[in-house]
């Protein structure tokens, strides 16, 4: 998992705008103490190219691990029950029609 973010990270830079990103968990992936950690210290750079980050599929326990690291670190990584209602968010600009 942290060669993928590692990669999501090259990538961002290479293309040096902001873009929405979803981030899809199942009950394989794991948000632990080390992840969040790489995303402290390897992510700092590409923090500046996320526009909006969201995540689909965490547990209740992983959905805490998320809120508190929005709240120790000023982000606002959005967590989703499904890949519907985060896709409606990543698309939505906020402009009314």
Request: glycine residues 4%; hydrophobic residues 40%; charged residues 30%.
């Amino acid at each position: 998992m942290i060669t993928l973010l590692s990669d999501s990270r090259r990538l961002l830079i290479e293309e040096k705008r902001p873009q929405k990103l979803l981030a899809i968990f199942n009950h394989k992936n794991y948000i632990t103490g080390k992840v969040l950690r790489h995303f402290e210290t390897d992510q700092l750079e590409a923090i500046n190219y996320s526009a909006k980050l969201v995540v689909v599929g965490l547990s209740t326990t992983q959905k805490m691990i998320l809120k508190g690291y929005n709240a120790i670190f000023n982000r606002a990584i959005k967590s989703f029950d499904t890949q519907e209602d985060a896709m409606r968010f990543l698309l939505d600009d906020g402009v009314k029609k």
